[in-house]
């Protein structure tokens, strides 16, 4: 069936250019040793991550540098700040805009530091997220912190033999 409104060919113009990257042979296969692997190749990061996290990694959000390093980059999840350290988490509210010629920049303060008393300084790592939230866990469960995204409040939880120090 034709469309009385469509014509029944389209006329068009085929430009060509030659190129001497086509006229040109392409490059004779080499062989190739697949015993061996490249030294080029390198094994992804393995993630910062409990047993609690099964599925895929998140690797887009505000929290993403929790679950790629043994501590986070500064995660701002507005309107705190928060970076995990490998002695507890440091928060802050960001009150100040440096401005320069050639770029802007939020600069992390620290306002309080939350850790425990005993807590083994060592990797801070993901134990849960979600869509607008994450966890941290310092010391095997020692402490954890649940920051989410536009929350102005952080929980946390803390093994019971131990209190938190909040500076």
């Excluded at 006329?11 to 062989?31: D, G, V």
């Excluded at 966890?135 to 019971?160: I, L, N």
Aim: include cysteine; aromatic fraction near 12%; hydrophobic fraction near 40%.
């Amino acid at each position: 069936m034709q469309l009385s409104h469509f014509p029944s060919t389209i006329p068009f113009t085929a430009l060509y250019f030659p190129s001497p990257y086509l006229s040109t042979p392409p490059h004779p296969l080499r062989e190739v040793n697949t015993t061996t692997r490249p030294s080029t190749i390198t094994d992804p990061p393995k993630p910062s991550i409990t047993a609690n996290i099964a599925g895929p990694v998140l690797t887009t959000d505000w929290c993403a540098s929790l679950a790629f390093s043994d501590t986070s980059e500064n995660m701002f999840a507005h309107p705190l700040v928060f970076r995990c350290t490998r002695s507890g988490l440091e928060l802050g509210y960001p009150n100040q805009t440096v401005i320069e010629a050639d770029y802007y920049m939020t600069p992390f303060n620290r306002d309080i530091r939350v850790t425990v008393d005993g807590l083994t300084p060592g990797s801070a790592l993901m134990d849960w997220y979600g869509d607008w939230a994450v966890r941290a866990s310092w010391d095997d469960g020692m402490m954890k912190a649940t920051m989410a995204h536009g929350s102005p409040f952080v929980y946390f939880d803390v093994a019971a033999a131990v209190s938190a120090v909040v500076s």
